[in-house]
């Protein structure tokens, strides 16, 4: 069992990934695919008028401000338009692809959180209208169903709260806890960088190998984004998944060389 994450930024292309996976699926290997939609939230969001925020916590990690309208964009996004596409090109590719938001079958319970520290002008507030929050539960039961059933799950944010509300979840670590409900060995995360880099954007810096005891220093180096990334290795590693792979998607057979070992792997 493999989990696979795509991601959503520039460069990435849907098309290799896909032309990459579908033979293997074919070939009966078990598949669960995840992405997010950063991305797209953010052009939709432009579109519509509402243009992005982001704002930083305490400790400096910086995340999407989502308000009642904006995760409504942002399942319009992921669920709507993002999962949509990556669905028809899997069947395209005679993938018997089904796609689910994490609200689908309560398939990422989780936990919304109502006070939200963020710093502003140098002074601290809580924001207490933000619908964000993290992936307590899978589902598991549904995705082994469907994998039984000869169809591969494509799964995308938002999560659902306990209180049955939509939630803004991060789509690396969901898909890392979805990689541990369903015990698969492998966890693939794809994006537009070749993994983990020593030196970013230096992309000949790349950290080959991470093993346990230095996902510390690992989380030290990587900024922004990248570091949800490193952390959602860390929960798999943690969860009991083999091994994470942080692998270039903007290659031919993105998956097949992050299988080979190229990228940033974490065992
Ligand atoms: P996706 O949308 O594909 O999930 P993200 O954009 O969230 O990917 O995360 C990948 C980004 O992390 C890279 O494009 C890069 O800008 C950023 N990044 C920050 N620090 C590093 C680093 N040390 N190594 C690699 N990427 C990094």
């Known amino acids: 069992m493999i989990v696979i994450k795509i991601g959503g930024a520039a460069g990435v292309g849907f098309e290799r990934v ?3 996976l579908a033979p ?9 695919v995840v992405h997010g939609g950063s991305d797209e939230t953010n052009r939709l969001a432009e ?3 509402r243009p992005p925020r982001f704002i930083t916590s305490p400790s400096g990690h910086t995340s999407r401000r989502t308000d009642a309208e904006t995760i409504e964009i942002f399942q319009m996004a992921c669920c709507g338009a993002v999962n949509k596409r990556l669905v028809r090109e899997l ?31 140098g002074a601290v507030t809580v924001i207490r209208d933000d619908y ?22 494509v799964l995308s944010p938002p999560g659902l709260s306990e209180e049955h509300e939509p939630i ?16 698969a060995h492998t966890l693939i995360i794809l994006s537009n960088v ?32 990248m570091k949800k990334k490193v952390l959602a290795a860390r929960e798999a590693i943690e969860g009991g998944v083999a091994r994470v792979v942080l692998a270039d998607a903007r290659v031919d057979n993105p998956v097949s060389r992050a299988l080979e070992g190229r990228g940033t792997v974490i065992a």
Do not use: M
């Open 91 to 121: 069947l395209s590719r005679n993938v018997n692809a089904v796609g689910l938001s994490g609200v689908d079958g309560a398939l990422w319970r989780g936990r919304r959180k109502h006070a939200i520290r963020a710093v502003e002008d």
């Open 24 to 32: 293997r699926i074919i070939a009966g290997e078990r598949i669960v």
């Open 194 to 225: 070749p993994g983990l880099l020593r030196a970013f954007p230096n992309e000949s810096s790349l950290v080959p190998e991470v093993a346990r005891a230095e996902l510390d220093s690992a989380e030290e180096l990587a900024q922004g984004r």
């Open 168 to 183: 803004n979840v991060d789509a690396d670590r969901a898909a890392a806890r979805t990689a541990c409900a369903l015990g």
């Open 18 to 20: 896909c032309d990459d």
């Open 132 to 153: 964000t929050g993290t992936v307590d539960r899978v589902n598991a039961d549904l995705l082994r169903t469907l994998l039984d059933a000869g169809a591969t799950p």
């Open 47 to 49: 579109r519509l008028g």
